[in-house]
Each structure stands twice: as structure tokens, then as C-alpha cells.
């Protein structure tokens, strides 16, 4: 069972517009050197997190989670920007 709970629809929708599968986002969070931070940028009410890191797939990836519900639901997934991807590199 995984860990990340997701809408079917809004999945199709992700792969569709950014070539990301949910399958492989919820990888990420198997990257040890993954770095997670608050994303209040939506909805203050919502506890939504960021994880950029990298999936198993070998892609970097920013995912963006909501820890409302028993497990974390996936909101999307995209390939890191370049800004993302330097940030990583060099915390790591």
C-alpha cells in the first residue's frame, strides 16, 4: 500500500500537463537527500507541503503534498526548475 493517497482524475490530468505519473512522484520520498518545506502559498487553512528531490525513475522532481486525511494526498507533480534543481544540489 502506499503511503500517498491521490485522485484518480486530477492524476490523469498531472500526467497530461507536466508528463509526471503520481506513481513516480511519491518516489521522492525515498531520496535521503530530499529537502520538504511548508508551501503556504495557496491556502493557509491547508497544510500543504513541497518535496523536490529525485524518484526512482532518476527524475528531480518538486511534488506538492496536503497532509489533510489520514495519509498525504498528492496535489501534483512536475520536473524541477532550474532554480529548484540548484537549490537541491547545493544543500545536498
Do not use: C
Amino acid at each position: 500500500m502506499s503511503r500517498y493517497t491521490w485522485h484518480p482524475e486530477k492524476a490523469l490530468e498531472n500526467v497530461a500537463k507536466h508528463g509526471v505519473t503520481f506513481e513516480d512522484a511519491e518516489t521522492v520520498d525515498l531520496d535521503p537527500n530530499r529537502q520538504m518545506w511548508p508551501d503556504l502559498w495557496r491556502d493557509p487553512d491547508d497544510e500543504r507541503f513541497a518535496m523536490v528531490g529525485y524518484s526512482i525513475e532518476g527524475k528531480m522532481l518538486l511534488v506538492i503534498t496536503s497532509e489533510r486525511g489520514p495519509r498525504p494526498r498528492i496535489i501534483t507533480a512536475r520536473r524541477a526548475t532550474k532554480r529548484e534543481r540548484h537549490a537541491y544540489e547545493t544543500r545536498s
